[in-house]
């Protein structure tokens, strides 16, 4: 090969590795560069379509907010508060009791009486410290059990339409309860009054 031709040959080489880099750096650095905006433009897409909603079953499904909240059972309150607490007003509510077949829940210490005339049960609770009641319908000895300051008759209930026009029977054993030595008060602890009476008639309509 002749020496003139060495320089030709070295030149060509050179081009041709010039372009393969070219080649190379297009498609390493600048093809990517280009694809990124596209990628970064293309819209996101939430987890489950709606086409994939509608298969999931409805206990797995987020529940649906709503404006409305479920109410809250009704309840209606009375008290009563003795004028002389005594051993005598004991003895005679607890018999009251018994002669309702009022049942006793020690654990709260409050009687349930079963449901009256109207179809719903009243209970029967202290009205003060410590909050419950001596199971004052069984029998013991006198002294035994302090003498009741007061007692809280309240009913509750979820049909609010049929009970809350017909709350006879809270306010008939009420005044049965009141009867034994003291006065009534409202769910306020104030004086009963007829207004407040008849509140409790328009309570849940």
Known sequence: MSTT?????????????????????????????KAEPSSQQAPTHSPTSSAEQAEI??????PKTTSKQGKKPTQQCLFVMFDTPSQAINQALGEMLAAK????????????????PQGYPIMLASAT?????????????????????GVSILIRFLNTRKVSRNPEDLITFTHEVAALGGKILDAKRKPITEESLAAMYREGE
Do not use: D, M, W
């Open 5 to 33: 031709y060495l320089p030709l040959l070295l030149a060509g080489i050179a081009v041709v590795l010039g372009l393969i880099s070219v080649v190379l750096f297009y498609k390493v650095v600048i093809a990517p560069r």
């Open 57 to 62: 079953p409805s206990y797995q499904r987020q």
């Open 101 to 116: 077949n009022a049942f006793y829940e020690a654990e709260l210490g409050a009687f349930h009486l079963p449901p009256g």
């Open 129 to 149: 410290s410590p909050g419950k009641l001596p199971p004052l319908h069984k029998e013991h000895k006198e002294g035994e059990h302090t003498p009741v300051q």
